[in-house]
């Protein structure tokens, strides 16, 4: 998942239990968790009473079990050991992020829980044309229960780090830090040539330096800065070794003091505090700067900003106080600028690995800044249910996911071998952050690493829409826009692998019910007849009508016609004129039908009543939040429809009794 700056920012944070913790019982109940961490695996049989989450967006399970067979994921090892594991768990329809987490959270598929996607059809149909969606995390209504709603029916507080949230829950006496909804501009990269400044001024209070200073100038948002390269008289290094950053040409209102230094081990001491920026909508937010190259001649620089984001309100709660690392949130790596080319040649293009060297060190500190918060959230926030998120590895696979998957005609081993090391660093920080909350593990708590889907190779796109034009049942106007009036059937931009059909229920539509089946008739043939050369590209149609029920799909905000491709193939949204097939630099993805093998992932549960060693088989992520529940003893979220796990389970409960114990708690 890559949020992107979304204007429509919705914000909800409760705190009503926040002051009741106060800093001077903290250290105790921390060394008192730490303790317990070092005994042995819980013992079968025990019930737990809380529940640590970890969600590893888009964990390719095959990727997982080399790293695992060569002992470079210690602490997923560990945890797999000890716990009930599964390797081919289904997503959901379509396997994306917004669909997967809403499906996780509260037990059902996209067709009850309304989050068909990553953006979603408006409601209601006769009020939105097929062409109007809403963003799935923030905006479109969850309408399912979430885990937490439903724990909380149990007199049980959740906190949610980071995990992607939803218009419209339930979420009272729950504690969310929802960074992604905070981000508030794009990140960005100033060098010497695009920051030279054309009129420099004498600065006052100018800081010391052995060499005449080199003034540059940049904005972010709407806050200028000032910079000055400098020659520090109490650094060694040779030539300019220095950059000052200030609001204003004064020494004294300096708000970084930046060193360069490669990209590498320990490069996260070279970032900036945050600094305030005022962005171009008017927001105060912060950054974070590092400077991965300076010119001794001061010739060239290279510095990087994160996204500007607008700070978690923590401050007016409680005694424990936030650290501004915790406060400024960051969310993702570079992958924007990497993809751009903007960090240098990529090692595909025949980079030398310095522009994956310095996106690496941004996965890192994305990485530290979430394990901060996790950090502090699960020592000083009163939590039975306490969820975390990271965006890796998905973020990761998407880049690389394309040169390490055999079965595309693309795949060059040497390529492979050069990537593999890299994508393993981002598992491997994805393990770190697993290390760290496990070791703050209480001994009453299960302990549950989900994902929401995995990720197939990609070298083909394909334009449904020139299919959908050329059969007559698609038509654009003279701006090149739908034309509603003369349009059946789109792929809309929206991008989920599913058709909407313009039907008469829907404002603008066109369509019929009495049309409705010899419509699909044609778009299955039309559809499945597609060729890349002799090669079908349409795998398999599904009709939402009558087969929804059966695969989770449809619904008044799902699509009517769900497309699998063929592996390898991905969708391309564009409506203007082209080509049906395109190639593309092979690229990691998601979205595809759950049932194909690249899309499953996986699930681990862990502690007091799981039995250690055990391979589940037949999971599905719908299953996970039921089983969760049934571990801590509280209700299952009310439109779960997954089921609960008891193979993972120490003891065979009573499954005459289940029910009750689900539904008569409180
Ligand atoms: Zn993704």
Known sequence: MIFTFNKRLNFSLKFSLWGRHSGAVQWPITAFALLLWCIPAAVGGQTATRAIVLAWDGTVPDFAHAMLRA??????????????????????????????????????????????????????????????????????????????????????????????????????????????????????????????????????????????????????????????????????????????????????????????????????????????????????????????????????????????????????????????????????????LFQQGAFGRTIPNGGSGNAEARYLETVAFAQHQLTETHRWAIDNVPWDLFLAYTPFPDEAEHLWRGHLDTSLSTYRQDLAERVRPLLERVYRSSDDLLGLLLSKRPADAVFALVSDHGLQGIHKRVALNQALQQADLLALDAQGRVDLTRTKALYPAINNGYLLINSKDRKGGIVGSDERDELILKIRALLLALRDGERPIVKSVYDAKTDGPDMGIGGEVGGDIYVELAPGYDFDPRIAAGILVSETQPYGSHGANPAQPAMHTLMVFNGPGVQAGQKLKNVRIIDFAPTLAWLVNFPKPKDATGRVLFEAMAEQPDRERSPERIDATP
Do not use: C, M
């Not at 050991?81 to 992020?97: H, L, M, R």
């Open 71 to 336: 002992g470079k994921l210690p602490n997923l090892a560990k945890l797999i050991e000890g716990g009930a594991f599964a390797d081919d768990v289904i997503p959901v329809f379509p396997s994306k992020t917004a669909s997967g987490f809403a499906s996780l959270i509260t037990g059902a598929p996209p067709n009850i829980t309304g989050i068909s996607g990553n953006r979603v059809p408006r409601a209601p149909r006769d009020q939105f044309t097929i062409l109007e969606s809403l963003a799935g995390f923030s905006a479109a209504p969850l309408q399912a229960e979430s885990i937490w709603a439903a724990a909380r029916r149990a007199g049980k507080k959740s906190v949610v780090s980071h995990i992607p949230t939803f218009a419209g829950e339930l979420a009272e006496d729950t504690v969310r830090f929802s960074g992604y909804t905070l981000i508030a501009g794009r990140d960005g990269i100033v060098t010497k040539n695009a920051a030279r400044s054309t009129t420099p001024a004498p600065w006052r209070n100018s800081p010391p330096s052995a060499a005449l200073p080199i003034e540059i100038r940049f904005s972010i948002g709407k806050s200028k800065f000032f910079g000055l390269l400098i020659d520090d008289p109490h650094d060694d290094q040779a030539g300019y070794d220095t950059l000052v950053l200030a609001a204003a040409r004064d020494g004294d209102a300096i708000q970084a003091r930046l060193k360069p230094a490669p990209p590498g081990v320990g490069g996260e001491l070279f970032w900036s505090r945050p600094i305030a920026i005022k962005t171009a909508g008017n927001q105060d937010a912060k950054s974070y700067f590092r400077l991965f190259d300076l010119k001794p001649d001061g010739g060239d620089l290279f510095l990087y900003y994160t996204r500007p984001v607008r700070d978690l309100p923590l401050d007016a709660h409680g005694d424990a106080v936030a650290s501004p690392t915790v406060r400024t949130f960051v969310g993702n790596g570079a992958t924007i």
